[in-house]
């Protein structure tokens, strides 16, 4: 959704493509993006249709994204992952990119936040 004020991006279900920065090239950053994180496993399967935490890291960069909410994980078994890896995966992947941890988060089912700057 583009909006004067408000950009706000979500992925659905996707591969990782060079088409990501080719969005943030054209599009600026983003305020807000929905980005999944899991059903990822076994990759000879789901790769075109599903991106890894880590890859969900790289569309945050690739789009600008200023902060990002992790989805699709854990509401029932559809892949190979265990239940919490994807969450696991995210927080290493941030980790690794030397991101502030509250850049890219994920929520508790049913949980929500609100930020004075949201």
């Known amino acids: 959704m583009l909006h004067p004020d408000f ?40 790769s075109g249709a599903h991106i890894t935490p880590e890859e969900a890291v790289n569309i945050h960069q690739d789009i600008s994204a200023q902060r990002s909410i992790g989805i699709h994980w854990g509401t029932y078994v559809l892949t190979d992952e265990p239940y919490n890896e994807p969450v696991e995966r995210l927080r290493s992947a941030i980790t690794k990119n030397n991101m502030d941890p509250n850049e890219f ?14």
Not at 38 to 44: K, Q
Request: hydrophobic content about 35%; proline content about 4%.
């Open 105 to 118: 988060i994920t929520l508790k089912h049913g949980e929500s936040t609100i930020t004075e700057n949201s």
């Open 7 to 46: 950009k706000f991006f979500f992925a659905g279900d996707t591969g990782y493509s060079n088409g990501f920065k080719l969005i943030g090239d054209k599009f600026g950053y983003f305020n807000l993006a929905a980005l999944p994180i899991g059903g990822y496993a076994p990759r000879e399967i789901f």
